[in-house]
């Protein structure tokens, strides 16, 4: 049987390992055993995430019938061409999550929006049928007057004030894909199916450890940062394994492409979320102090002065 290979970037990150995990299954419980996962990291001397991957995956990640690693950072273009030959799908979820204020945007536009367009091109080239793309509900939610219901044919104003670094690159990742798959059609040169994910925070086992992601913000809870109680917000949540199977679905189903879908799994209080958290740490944390009351607007404006 001839394999397909699939290109997943960003292995090492909370979702693509999810993604990962995932793929083997699907390869394990014979839906689909033709393919062959290609997962790429953006340094094979970093021995501490290679170790967290092959601790928990085991032996399958050296059965070179199934998976083979990768090295391949996103703005080196022969290592991207490198990566995408021969292979038939792309899944790519490798951009940087980082919220704090204090990150330049410079920094997060090269590895968001220049990378993933040098990702979309080495794909092009390289002849990949179906692309799937990590964007965010980010692209579509941010808006200067409130907006009742969010869905996919929105798209967020980045020239907002107070819109953070993280915000603005997702959203003009976004744009950048599909301005970029209008043009490649327009200039009638190969243009792979593309299909974006918009997920909301996610949430669920963590495989990667704590690298600046959602966990990392869960764990100011648990560690007591936000002392000064929790801020009034909603947050609407996915579950990683869910927002994994949504990026599968997307290359199987024939009428995802060239369309753009918002995942969420559930919306929460800032207040519930909290509650959860210290539930589950109560047994953990007996007798430790956690400030379980809502925050002043005022004091949590104060603090966002003084957070990274």
């Known amino acids: 049987m001839d394999k397909e290979v699939i290109v997943l970037t960003g292995i090492t990150g909370y979702l ?46 050296q059965d070179t019938n199934r998976f083979e690693f990768c090295e391949c950072d996103m703005n080196n273009e022969a290592q991207l061409k490198a990566a995408m030959t021969g292979a038939k799908y792309l899944i ?7 919220t704090k204020k204090n990150v330049s945007f410079e920094f997060l536009e090269k590895a ?9 091109q080495a794909a092009a080239d390289c002849h990949v049928t179906r692309i799937v793309l990590t964007s965010s509900t980010q692209a579509a939610g941010v808006h200067k007057t409130h ?44 243009t792979p199916e593309i299909v974006t994910i918009l997920p ?14 959602t966990p990392e913000n869960i764990l100011q809870i648990a560690n007591n940062k936000l002392w000064y109680g929790y801020p009034d917000f909603f947050l609407g949540w996915v579950d990683v394994d869910d927002a994994a199977f949504a990026h599968l679905r997307a290359l199987e189903v024939e009428e995802a492409k060239n369309e753009r879908f918002i995942i969420v ?16 740490l109560d047994s953990e944390y007996t007798g430790h102090s956690f400030r379980n009351k809502q925050a002043p607007y005022f004091f949590v404006a104060l603090a966002a002065l003084f957070t990274d």
């Open 265 to 280: 799994g559930d919306t929460v209080h800032s207040k519930e979320l909290f509650q959860l958290v210290l539930d589950e």
């Open 112 to 120: 968001t929006v220049q990378g993933t367009q040098k990702v979309l």
């Open 200 to 213: 909301t925070t996610l949430i669920g086992e963590i495989i990667n450890g704590i690298d600046d992601s």
């Open 147 to 190: 907006v009742d219901k969010i869905d996919e044919t929105l798209w967020s104003d980045h020239t907002l004030s107070g819109v953070i670094p993280y915000t603005k690159a997702k959203i003009l990742q976004e744009k950048m894909i599909w301005k970029w798959r209008d043009d490649q059609v327009q200039q009638g040169r190969y």
């Open 16 to 61: 693509g390992s999810a993604i990962l995990r995932l793929l083997l299954a699907e390869q394990a419980n014979g839906h689909h055993a033709n393919w062959l996962i290609r997962g790429t990291m953006r340094s094979m001397k970093n021995t501490a995430k290679v170790k967290l991957l092959t601790d928990y995956f085991g032996a399958v990640l």
């Open 92 to 98: 790519h979820t490798a951009t940087p999550v980082i």
